[in-house]
């Protein structure tokens, strides 16, 4: 097996890795599948031969608490699983959906209050503290996701050690 990772997958909002392994797609999401019935006191998931989906199995729910997404992909006769870490699919839209939100919010604002200033006039006067406080609005919610990332890190490493298991303790041999 081999994984692939770099420096700008550690800053990501949803950190990804790629593994390679000579498993076949189908024989990739049937070892999954053992493994995660062999480890059900610790995680949950939904598997088939594209795509896996696992979380740790916790006593609470969190919005950080992090998923396993993986993806099944067949490259030069080898297998490939790129996985990516991130929240539930109804936090990460609305994570996005706040970032979208408070982007188009600077935008405008910021666009009114450079108009204003070509124009001479003075109709828009808060334009620039708005643009500014959409900024703000930015930095927290993007502080949220760290902090998300932060408090879930402990799950995270659990998720990427059975991402590493599951493909290595079935791996092919030679014999």
């Known amino acids: 097996m081999n994984t692939e990772e770099t420096t700008l997958d550690k800053i990501r909002t949803r950190p990804r890795f790629t593994m390679f392994t000579d498993l076949t797609k189908e024989e990739y999401a049937d070892n999954l599948k053992k493994y995660l019935s062999e480890h059900k006191d ?23 608490k992090p998923r396993l997404s993986l993806r099944i992909e067949t490259e030069d006769e080898k297998t490939a699983v790129l996985g990516v870490f991130g929240p539930s699919s109804a936090v990460w839209t609305f994570f996005m959906f706040l970032y979208f939100t408070f982007s188009i919010f600077w935008m405008v604002f910021f666009s009114m209050y450079y108009v204003e200033k070509q124009i001479n006039s003075n109709d828009f006067p808060w334009a620039l503290t708005a643009s500014f406080v959409m900024l703000a609005c930015i930095a927290l919610t993007y502080s949220a996701a760290r902090f998300g990332q932060y408090k879930g890190r402990d799950e995270m490493l659990k998720l990427r050690r059975f991402a590493e298991e599951s493909t290595l303790h079935f791996e092919k041999t030679d014999d």
């Open 42 to 64: 610790e995680f949950s998931g939904n598997i088939n031969k594209e795509i896996a989906t696992i979380c740790v199995e916790t006593p609470d729910d969190n919005y950080w």
